[in-house]
């Protein structure tokens, strides 16, 4: 794939905002992405069980089921699948808690990266090539 060509990637979308909800996935859907969305993490974490994704977008508040609670949920999964560290679905919090002792628990629940609301398209474009 040449750099000009970008990949079409299908990623999961999770936030209780239907504001948020609405815009990310305006947002990923104009730039070429297939787009699935879930109002919590119990909804998110059934919803990986029957889909493949290339990345998740995971509010980290939310009812039900938290951001950090089905982050773990779906790590198991995987290991239950056998999953290599390379093949992990790459788990994306986005959340207004900005304190380091904050995404330090987001990272040990096996989030891979982290962004701040609001957040950049630019920034949400350059994790989602990583």
């Known amino acids: 794939m040449s750099e000009n060509e970008k990949k079409i990637l299908m990623i999961l979308v999770v936030d209780d905002d239907s ?3 609405y815009l990310i ?11 699935h969305t879930a109002v919590d993490g119990s909804f998110a974490v ?3 069980r029957q889909n493949r994704y290339d990345a998740i977008l995971m509010d980290v508040m939310m009812p039900v089921m938290d951001g950090v609670t089905a982050t773990i ?3 198991k999964i995987e290991a239950e699948r056998k999953v290599t560290p390379d093949e992990q679905v790459k788990i994306i919090a986005i959340t207004a808690n ?13 989030m891979d990266y982290y962004m701040s609301k609001p957040f950049k398209i630019e920034e949400l474009q350059r994790l989602l090539k990583v």
């Open 73 to 75: 949920e779906i790590r």
């Open 98 to 110: 900005s304190f380091e002792e904050d995404r330090a628990g987001f990272f040990q629940a096996g």
């Open 19 to 21: 504001i948020n909800l």
């Open 25 to 35: 996935k305006t947002v990923l859907a104009r730039l070429g992405h297939h787009v």
């Open 46 to 48: 059934d919803l990986f």
